[in-house]
C-alpha cells in the first residue's frame, strides 16, 4: 500500500474503528488521494517500476499493494502479478481495478504468506516495511517465496524524514515508534509507523539472506514541475523515501527450486 501526499503510507494491520493504521476505514479517500498525487504518482511508483525494469513475463508479488495502482502498472508491462495486502477494504477497491484475472490475497505481512517456496520472480514492497517493527519474519518470507537470484524491491521512509522531519528523536540507533493523527476525507485517523538506521535495514536484508544490489535516491518525474509548483521544488530537493533493490542469494535459508 502506497502513501498519500504529505503522509506516511503502507501496509497497515486489519484494524477494528478507531485503531491505528486502519485503511479499511478510509480505503475510498486514501485511493482517490493516492491515484495522482505528486509523492505517488510522480515519484514512488515511477521508481519503483524504473528499479523494477523488464517485468515481462515474471511471476511479481505485490505485497501491500492497496487498491492496485502498482499492480496494474506491473500488469500492463507484461508481468503475471499477484497481490496483497492486510486490508479487506482496500483490496476490494483492487478488485474493482483489476478484475479478476489477478488473484488478490488479504493477508498480514506479519504472517506466513499462502505461497510456494520460489514462488515469484519478484517481489515488490511499496511503503510497507516502515510499518513493522521487527523486519526480520516479514523479510525471511519474502526470501522464502523468491526463487534464489529473485528480487526484492522495496521503498520506505527516509531515515532524513522519519528522524529530522517526523516527530524528530534524539537517538538515531534505535528503531522507535512514531504516531501522528492522518486528515484525509475530513477524518482524522491515527496512524503508527516505525524507524530504523539505514544499518539496520541493510543487515535486516543481509539477515534474511539477500544480497544489496542497489539504494536509490530518485527524482520525482519532471512532468510533475508544472502541476506541482509549489511542492516540486521541495521532493527534488528533500528526501522522502528511499529505495533498495536486493537479490535472494541461492545460499540463503529458503527453496532452491
Not at 524491491?153 to 517526523?166: E, F, G, L, Q
Request: aromatic share 8%; charged share 25%.
Amino acid at each position: 500500500m502506497e502513501r498519500a501526499t504529505g503522509t506516511p503510507g503502507g501496509m497497515a494491520p486489519s484494524a477494528e474503528p478507531d485503531r491505528v493504521n486502519d485503511y479499511d476505514g478510509f480505503a475510498e479517500a486514501y485511493s482517490a488521494e493516492n491515484e495522482n498525487s505528486l509523492v505517488n504518482a510522480y515519484y514512488e511508483r515511477p521508481a519503483m517500476l524504473s528499479l523494477a525494469g523488464g517485468v515481462a513475463g515474471h511471476r511479481v508479488l505485490d505485497a501491500g499493494c492497496g487498491s492496485g495502482p502498482l499492480t496494474a502498472a506491473l500488469r500492463e508491462r507484461g508481468a503475471v502479478v499477484t497481490g496483497v495486502d492486510a486490508s479487506a477494504g482496500m483490496l476490494a477497491l483492487a478488485r474493482r481495478r483489476l478484475g479478476d484475472d489477478v488473484a488478490l490475497h488479504v493477508v498480514d505481512l506479519r504472517d506466513r504468506l499462502p505461497f510456494d517456496d520460489g514462488a515469484f520472480d519478484d517481489v515488490l514492497a511499496s511503503l510497507v516495511l516502515h510499518y513493522l517493527e521487527d523486519w526480520g519474519p516479514t523479510l525471511a518470507e519474502l526470501r522464502r517465496v523468491l526463487r534464489p537470484g529473485g528480487r526484492l524491491i522495496a521503498s520506505v521512509d527516509h531515515p532524513v524524514t522519519a528522524y529530522t522531519i517526523r516527530d524528530p528523536r534524539p537517538d538515531y540507533f534505535a528503531t522507535t515508534a512514531y504516531t501522528f493523527d492522518w486528515m484525509l476525507g475530513g477524518r482524522s485517523t491515527p496512524m503508527r509507523l516505525w524507524r530504523k538506521p539505514l544499518h539496520a535495514m541493510i543487515d535486516a536484508f543481509t539477515t534474511a539472506g539477500f544480497h544489496l544490489s542497489v539504494i536509490s535516491e530518485p527524482q520525482p518525474d519532471p512532468a510533475a514541475r508544472d502541476l506541482f509548483p509549489d511542492d516540486f521544488h521541495d521532493l527534488s530537493t528533500r528526501p522522502c523515501f528511499l529505495f533498495f533493490v536486493v537479490e535472494a542469494s541461492p545460499s540463503a535459508a529458503g527453496s532452491d527450486a
